[in-house]
């Protein structure tokens, strides 16, 4: 499997028309055979900054990915809408997935891109794994995937989906939640806050 985030920033006169252009661009690329998720959210504060969390079934899917007409089509209007080029992390899980055949919809995606202190990665990640499956039983979290980035150990990754803010925010009250906070205020440099992007539905950027 290859799995990688793109993160596409748009002129802020842009943004609604590349906001509706993703939108055909998702529909396109998931009805790709090789494509086992493709989900583009705008940021709820930045809207005109969007993420995008792609997963293949290898490497030979995303090249075909790269060569339909769709796709060369994104690239062509990202060169005008786009501030600068878009950027790609390729990532590698480091807790099991949802499975291929499981979609979620709804809810409100946030990602999670992190760095981590050198001497507390190892530490981190051996209390991150039992936490997500933690968080994975409660009934307002819709996913929550642990990922390191490809040729960057200062970095982690975490693509999580609550059901809505009242979910999320219930959360931190939970025990392990809150002794996992512990090690992150250790391991992470500032507010964990500074490194979350919460975000929504493409159709609901502004004009």
Request: with cysteine; proline share 6%; glycine share 4%.
């Amino acid at each position: 499997m290859h799995i990688q985030i793109v993160t596409l920033t748009a002129k802020s006169e842009e943004k609604a028309d590349y906001a509706a252009f993703l939108a055909d661009h998702q529909d396109a690329s998931r009805a790709e055979p090789g494509v086992i998720e493709m989900r583009i959210h705008p940021e709820q504060e930045a809207d005109n900054c969007f993420w995008a969390y792609e997963r293949f079934a290898d490497k030979a899917a995303l090249a075909a990915h790269g060569k339909t007409a769709h796709t060369a089509r994104f690239f062509e209007t990202s060169k005008t809408a786009l501030q600068q080029p878009p950027e790609v992390l390729t990532l590698n899980a480091l807790s099991p997935l949802a499975p291929e055949t499981e979609e979620v919809t709804g809810g409100i995606p946030m990602f999670f891109v992190f760095p981590v202190a050198p001497e507390m990665r190892e530490t981190l990640i051996e209390a991150f794994v039992p936490y997500v499956e933690k968080t994975r039983q409660e009934a307002g979290n819709l996913r929550f995937d642990l990922h390191e980035i490809e040729g960057d150990k200062d970095r982690l990754v975490v693509l999580e989906i609550w059901r809505d803010m009242a979910a999320f925010e219930a959360h931190f009250g939970m025990p392990y939640a809150q002794e996992m906070g512990s090690i992150i205020a250790e391991a992470v440099p500032g507010e964990f806050t500074n490194y979350l992007a919460m975000t929504k539905d493409l159709g609901a950027v502004e004009q």
